[in-house]
């Protein structure tokens, strides 16, 4: 339990002074409390907005990253952008034949996901393992392009915040308001 409480403090860069947590948690199964519980609220809210006010600064940053970004990379050769804000190029086109998936059909991709910066925050490549979930089930980005594929495609995409996963990350891998980049091949479409 220790350990996973350690990993949650380091995960979310939270500075902690561990002898004192240690010795609130004697205190608390020993059924004492030094401090009053104002104080204690206080000092909880006190964190909270500290850390709110950092994931503000942290997001804002992010966003005018990923709109600096996007704006130079609409410019490049090949580069096609969408009325969402989504943009793609294509790689490697498939034979062209077949239909594109519809919303409500399951696809089976391979996907290499990165930050702007090039950080990597998942891969069905590196897992050896292509994934496959319903079409409406992802972000609208991925259900936007991938109705656009066809079996054998491999795009490159780029996802403004907003059809990503905008404010609320799935991840610590992934800053809030970022702007992601997916190389994405269409394997298989199952029609519902």
Do not use: C
Request: cysteine-free.
């Amino acid at each position: 339990m220790g350990l996973n409480i350690g990993k949650n403090f380091k995960q979310q860069d939270l500075p902690m002074n561990i002898d004192a947590i240690a010795e609130g948690m004697r205190d608390a199964m020993a059924g004492q409390q030094r401090l009053d519980d104002d104080i204690i609220q206080a000092s909880a809210e006190a964190v909270r907005d500290r850390e709110m006010e950092k994931q503000r600064a942290l997001s804002d940053a992010q966003s005018q990253k990923g709109v600096a970004f996007l704006a130079e990379n609409a410019k490049r050769e090949g580069v096609t952008s969408t009325e969402s804000g989504l943009q793609y190029e294509v790689i490697t086109q498939g034979s062209g034949e077949g239909e594109s998936p519809a919303p409500t059909d399951i696809v089976s991709v391979h996907y290499h996901g990165t930050l702007i910066d090039g950080t990597v925050f998942d891969s069905s490549i590196e897992r050896q393992q292509p994934a496959e979930f319903p079409l409406n089930a992802v972000i609208s980005g991925w259900t936007e392009a991938l109705q656009l594929m066809k079996v054998g495609d491999k795009w490159k995409l780029y996802l403004p915040a907003e059809i990503a996963y905008g404010a609320r990350s799935p991840s610590p891998k992934i800053p809030a308001n970022s702007a992601l980049v997916f190389e994405v091949e269409l394997l298989d479409i199952k029609k519902s």
